[in-house]
């Protein structure tokens, strides 16, 4: 199966965003860049269709709402209201927001020992943190201040990016809420649906992944998130085949195959259940926006 392409930077920016976002952006885009989210959007040339990043983002707002599609779930941030998009995760967003802030976009890489303390820059944590008015506070500051220095300096200090950036994730994680209280079934059961969706489809075959049984599974899944292990799974499968459409010219077949379903109708029936459109609408929807 083909994987499915993962934006860097560079990539993503030269396909999504106007040429001037060169003159705010240092060389090492790749490892970290932050900007003015204000600055940012007008230099957006259109909405943005399912995709992913080799990298991080962290979105905070300071006037206005954000509104982006992370995962499966929709989420709309407003004023003191942080929003990350973990690396490999599918996100999209559309244009039109009105707002100010920032935007943070960095490697895992230059946490060093620190990444697996931050438990939203994972797939299956929780992307959205209320902060509350003093928080919010500190984190401006440290925003201004990474701007500040990644402005004059790029990436010339990296020990002090390091720093301002891990204080900033710190405050964020004494505010993060996670979605579920289930010693990690629930996480570890949406780790699983990301790293194995292509090849399984069926509860039975997770719940034994997890060593329990399906029913617990589904009892479980269903208490924590009000949807059913089953709509997990139908939805990841229809985030790859979003991505897909948007990144390749497979035929619709081709793409059903790709995300593990042999049978195109079947595959073009789930889609518009989710999407409300057939896979080729939605191709074309992309293709003249």
Not at 35 to 46: A, P
Not at 204 to 222: E, F, G, M, Q
Not at 275 to 287: A, L, Q
Request: hydrophobic share 40%; aromatic share 12%.
């Amino acid at each position: 199966m083909k994987t499915i392409e993962i934006y860097n930077p560079a990539t993503f920016t030269a396909r999504f965003m106007k040429p001037e976002l060169k003159s705010i952006l240092k060389p090492e885009k790749g490892k970290f860049f932050i900007v003015r989210v204000e600055d940012m959007y007008k230099l957006i040339t259109g909405s943005i269709p399912a995709s992913r990043s080799t990298t991080h983002s962290c979105l905070f707002l300071t006037e206005g709402e954000a509104r982006m599609k992370v995962g499966s779930q929709s989420y709309t941030i407003h004023k003191g209201e942080m929003l990350f998009v973990p690396a490999g995760q599918v996100f999209s967003f559309e244009e039109g927001d009105v707002n100010k802030g920032f935007l943070c976009n960095f490697h895992s890489d230059i946490l060093a020992g620190w990444f697996n303390r931050f438990e939203f820059l994972k797939v299956w944590g929780n992307p959205m943190i209320r902060l509350n008015e003093q928080t919010a506070q500190f984190v401006l500051h440290l925003f201004q201040r990474l701007l500040f220095d990644y402005t004059l300096h790029g990436l010339n200090n990296p020990d002090i990016i390091q720093l301002y950036l891990v204080t900033l994730l710190s405050e964020a994680r004494q505010a993060y809420q996670p979605l579920s209280d289930d010693n990690n079934l629930m996480s570890r059961f949406k780790e699983l649906i990301f790293s194995k969706i292509k090849s399984l489809h069926q509860v039975s075959d997770y719940a034994a992944l997890l060593n329990i049984t399906p029913n617990h599974l589904n009892k479980t899944v269903k208490t924590l998130s009000g949807k059913s292990p089953t709509k997990w799974i139908d939805e990841a499968i229809v985030l790859e085949a979003k991505v897909l459409l948007v990144q390749s010219t497979f035929t619709i077949s081709e793409v059903a195959n790709e995300v593990g379903i042999e049978d195109p109708s079947y595959f073009s029936r789930m889609f518009k259940k989710y999407e409300g459109v057939t896979p080729s609408d939605f191709r074309k929807m992309i293709e003249k926006s």
